[in-house]
């Protein structure tokens, strides 16, 4: 592979939601759906035509107001969900910090865990030992790795999580607010853990809804407003047209740790929302 | 252009929202997981055989003690006709197959559901998840194999080259569990009644099927019923391991016989029982066919719900 190729390609990418999920499905329906293209008063598209070629060693940062998509686009490029339209191509491996504590098993012990976890993401036995100290170090159970995981604590399990996922060495990172929850020296670990990543060449997806994250960790951004990709450049650029557009960046008055743990509460009791 | 990165793990990936990846680029990418596929099912039997000290004698006690209760209605209440002796191994053999095949439906139902948070957050083939039931389900039955020698040295059955029959059940047996799951894993998740309607069909199907009774003893007019199920033919060689009655054709107990005149002379002709077996083969392929093909559909809107 050759350096210049980019790492992800998105290319005329749309994917499509019916309005009220759950709805009443015949089985006949969704055999036969796809081509006759019925019922679209029910459907919605998050976003459709986005396109944008990202390399290696760049790092983005997606804004948007609530329910614009960006989570729904970390989903396309982690490969958990399918696009409806166009092409996503990842050619690396992929670690997602999404749905953060989700491939976690709480009838197992933390240890059975991170072997779990590791090698669900392709991690070999070996690899694993060699990182294993590190991983609980990091992540600051030492006394509770025979514990079951549904015993830890919700703070203590985002920390493993977030420990286990950033140690695979993988070349892509993709990181969806994550780091609103956990205590704020916890934060900055990560954080800490993040930019050391970013210097050895690691490709950045970042969704936050914080400028100061965002302005000090990318160098890209990506706007998606109204169902498309509004914006694509520098972050700086990109930031000044969402807060025109916003009239007002929340942060700006509410102050960074307030508007941390609103998401915290959010995110918490939004964890079942895909968007 | 898919490129591996670095230490051999499984790397990028392509989707597309026009058309689906064929057979061939499924097949390739369960292929590239099959550690991670080891992996999870090593986690499902060390939490089923370690997560009690009985764990192993559990997994077999139900076939077991179903067989001891049919075995003790059948002979001790009614006088048995069905089957062939010693009835306990004959029900023992039918049993376990069929503990894989339910168990490995029943399991495959939930396969996506259960694992909702992983199928969120991971991207490995979704056919993994139902693959890790089917298989984990296939190394219970292999472990439950000595159960069946067991049985067999207690009534003095040598074996014979004829147990070479059971590897061939188990793999009719393997298919038709996949076949299912790929089809019931991801419509459970889109239609949650599904989930309520297999049990009951299960159970309809065990009575339905010659668990309890060899297929000598079906009449002639039902044998089509028989022959349109699939289990039957993975039954008919899981029993033939030990009873070579049930394949064969020229053995005077079985209604298997035919009165024909032919020159003016009554001739008896005797049919052998391998017709079930491809029927069942045929039928096996079939639903595994629809499978792949259901599968690949539903994925998609299987991801939005999940």
Redesign the interface.
């Known amino acids: 592979m050759t350096t210049s190729e980019p790492v992800i390609s998105l290319h005329d990418v749309g994917v499509q939601f019916s309005r009220n999920r759950r709805r009443h499905r015949s089985i006949k329906d969704l055999l036969i759906r796809r081509k006759l293209g019925l019922d679209t008063q029910g459907e919605f598209w998050p976003f459709r035509h986005v396109s944008f070629d990202i390399h290696a060693g760049e790092s983005i940062g997606v804004v948007g107001r609530n329910g614009q998509g960006k989570s729904t686009l970390l989903s396309l490029i982690a490969g958990v969900l399918l696009p409806d339209e166009g092409s996503v191509n990842v050619r690396l491996g992929v670690a997602p910090l999404i749905a953060i504590t989700g491939g976690f098993e709480s009838e197992l012990t933390a240890r059975d865990n991170i072997y779990l976890v590791s090698g669900l993401h392709g991690m070999s036995n070996d690899e694993i030992d060699a990182a294993f100290d590190e991983i609980v170090d990091f992540a600051e159970i030492g006394d509770f790795l025979d514990t079951p995981f549904k015993h830890f604590s919700s703070g203590m399990k985002v920390r493993l999580a977030f420990s286990v996922v950033s140690r695979l060495n993988e070349p892509i990172l993709l990181v969806d607010e994550v780091l609103a929850v956990g205590d704020k020296r916890f934060r900055n670990k990560c954080l800490k853990r993040i930019e050391q990543l970013l210097e050895g060449g690691t490709t950045l997806f970042l969704v936050s809804h914080s400028e100061g994250n965002l302005r000090s960790y990318c160098q890209r951004g990506l706007y998606l407003e109204s169902g498309e990709l509004r914006a694509d450049g520098p972050i700086e650029e990109v930031i000044e047209k969402y807060e025109r557009d916003q009239g007002t960046w929340v942060e700006r008055a509410v102050g960074d740790e307030v508007q941390l743990e609103e998401y915290a509460d959010l995110a918490a009791s939004s964890s079942e929302d895909v968007f | 252009?898919?490129?591996a990165?670095?230490?051999g793990?499984?790397?990028?990936?392509?989707?597309?929202?026009?058309g689906r990846p064929g057979l061939r680029e499924r097949l390739r990418r369960v292929i590239q997981y099959r550690?991670?596929l080891a992996?999870l099912v090593r986690?499902d039997l060390k939490?089923r055989y370690a997560g009690s000290t009985l764990g192993y004698v559990w997994s077999i006690l139900d076939p077991l003690l179903m067989s001891l209760v049919y075995w003790f209605v059948f002979t001790v209440i009614f006088n048995r006709r069905v089957g062939f002796a010693p009835y306990i191994l004959f029900l023992v053999l039918g049993q376990l197959m069929w503990a894989w095949f339910n168990g490995g439906v029943s399991g495959t139902v939930r396969a996506l559901r259960q694992q909702a948070?992983?199928?969120?957050?991971?991207?490995?083939p979704r056919e993994l998840w139902v693959l890790r039931v089917v298989v984990s389900k296939g190394v219970e039955f292999v472990l439950s194999v000595p159960v069946i020698a067991i049985f067999a040295l207690c009534y003095l059955k040598a074996p014979s080259i004829d147990v070479l029959y059971l590897p061939l059940a188990m793999l009719m047996c393997f298919f038709l569990v996949l076949g299912f799951g790929l089809i019931l894993a991801p419509?459970t998740v889109?239609?949650r009644d599904v989930e309520r309607i297999v049990p009951i069909f299960m159970r309809v199907m065990f009575y339905a099927s010659p668990v309890l009774y060899s297929v000598k003893d079906v009449p002639r007019h039902l044998h089509i019923a028989l022959s349109v199920n699939p289990t039957t033919g993975m039954l008919v060689l899981a029993r033939a391991s030990f009873f070579p009655q049930e394949l064969a054709g020229d053995v005077p107990e079985m209604n298997n016989s035919k009165q024909v005149i032919v020159n003016g002379h009554v001739v008896t002709h005797y049919v052998n029982n391998w017709h079930f077996v491809w029927h069942s083969a045929i039928g096996i392929v079939v639903i595994f066919a629809i499978g792949v093909f259901?599968f690949s559909?539903?994925?998609?809107?299987m991801?939005?719900?999940i």
Do not use: A, W, Y
Request: charged content about 20%.
């Open positions: 252009m898919t490129t990165s670095l230490m793990r499984p790397g990028g990936f392509t989707t597309t929202g026009t550690r991670i992996l986690r939490v948070q992983m199928v969120r957050s991971s991207n490995v419509l889109l239609v259901v559909r539903l994925e998609r809107p991801l939005k719900e």
